[in-house]
């Protein structure tokens, strides 16, 4: 007997909610369905079973920071699109419950997600004016990255802040210095936050890795240098533009003269 559920406990016969056939404790059970909705599998059948026997087999244990852990691994390393309300409740369930060898595990990999900005900031009309909000509910592609690749948040306003003021070619610049600002999307007033995700529990989980609070002077001064370069460039844009036009002008003036000047000396 012993033997058999150790078979059962270790192979892969369980119908998961995605088609395949699962090992029972790599399902989660229905409790788990509030946190990770949808992203989740869960077994099909588990109604079938008596409490006794899913106990044996491991079937679906409760929601653990290992089983986030594993979910975000693979999401990480599948680069698989994912929204910003999910990771959200998935960093504050660590925040509550990870232990320390946990959070080092999570600390060594590259398990922040920041979305893409594009996919997820929209404009919306308010009174008094236009600004910038982010869907949290969407699922977009994005960049999964490591503790040293991000700061908490970012006082210049050019990493990841949703400012009308601050254009999007700028944003992409800035993001070239190394550093995105996780603050800009899971601290803030234009993300709406819940029970699951409020944004001071997010800012303990982000202290607690050990992420930078803001820029190093170093990161600031490539940031500066890139939006030196962009403003410079805009403005040889536009002075070509302007050159490029008196030029054509000249061009086809000059040419009008000459051809009026022949034909007065043909005559």
Same mark, same amino acid.
């Given at each position: 007997?012993?033997?058999?559920?150790? %078979?059962? /406990?270790?192979?892969?016969?369980?119908?998961? *909610?995605?088609?395949?056939?699962?090992?029972?404790?790599?399902?989660?059970s229905e409790?788990?369905?509030?946190?990770?909705?949808?992203?989740?599998?869960?077994?099909?059948?588990?109604?079938?079973?008596?409490?006794?026997?899913?106990?044996?087999? #491991?079937?679906?244990?409760?929601?653990?920071?290992?089983?986030?852990?594993?979910?975000?691994?693979?999401?990480?390393?599948?680069?698989?699109?994912?929204?910003?309300?999910?990771?959200?409740?998935?960093?504050?369930?660590?925040?509550?419950?990870?232990?320390?060898?946990?959070?080092? %595990?999570?600390?060594?990999? /590259?398990?922040?997600?920041?979305?893409?900005?594009?996919?997820?900031?929209?404009?919306?009309?308010?009174? #008094?004016?236009?600004? +910038?909000?982010?869907?949290?509910?969407?699922?977009?592609?994005?960049?999964?990255?490591?503790?040293?690749?991000?700061?908490?948040?970012?006082?210049?306003?050019?990493?990841?802040?949703?400012?009308?003021?601050?254009?999007?070619?700028? +944003? +992409?610049? =800035?993001? /070239?210095?190394?550093?995105?600002?996780?603050?800009?999307?899971?601290?803030?007033?234009?993300?709406?936050?819940?029970?699951?995700?409020? =944004?001071?529990?997010?800012?303990?989980?982000?202290?607690?890795?050990?992420i930078a609070?803001?820029?190093?002077?170093?990161?600031?001064?490539?940031?500066?240098?890139?939006?030196?370069?962009?403003?410079?460039?805009?403005?040889?844009?536009? *002075?070509?533009?302007?050159?490029?036009?008196?030029?054509?002008?000249?061009? %086809? #003036?000059?040419?009008?003269?000459?051809?009026?000047?022949?034909?007065?000396?043909?005559?």
């Open positions: 007997e012993v033997f058999f559920l150790t %078979r059962l /406990r270790d192979c892969a016969w369980i119908a998961g *909610s995605d088609g395949k056939l699962h090992v029972p404790r790599r399902l989660l409790e788990a369905r509030a946190v990770i909705g949808n992203k989740g599998v869960y077994p099909m059948t588990p109604k079938q079973f008596t409490p006794d026997f899913v106990t044996a087999i #491991g079937l679906a244990p409760p929601l653990s920071s290992a089983h986030i852990l594993s979910l975000l691994e693979h999401w990480a390393a599948a680069k698989t699109p994912v929204s910003l309300n999910l990771t959200k409740k998935l960093y504050s369930f660590l925040n509550r419950h990870a232990s320390i060898a946990e959070r080092t %595990r999570f600390g060594s990999q /590259r398990l922040l997600f920041v979305p893409t900005r594009s996919l997820v900031v929209t404009g919306v009309l308010r009174k #008094g004016g236009s600004e +910038h909000v982010i869907d949290v509910c969407k699922e977009s592609e994005g960049d999964w990255l490591g503790v040293g690749e991000c700061v908490q948040r970012d006082k210049s306003y050019l990493l990841d802040d949703l400012k009308s003021d601050v254009s999007l070619p700028m +944003h +992409h610049i =800035a993001a /070239r210095a190394g550093k995105r600002a996780l603050a800009a999307y899971y601290c803030n007033n234009y993300c709406n936050t819940d029970a699951h995700g409020d =944004a001071a529990e997010l800012s303990h989980f982000f202290r607690q890795l050990a609070e803001c820029p190093s002077d170093e990161v600031y001064v490539e940031i500066l240098k890139c939006a030196a370069l962009l403003r410079s460039g805009a403005r040889s844009g536009l *002075s070509g533009a302007r050159d490029g036009g008196r030029g054509g002008r000249e061009g %086809r #003036g000059g040419r009008g003269g000459r051809g009026g000047r022949g034909g007065r000396a043909g005559r």
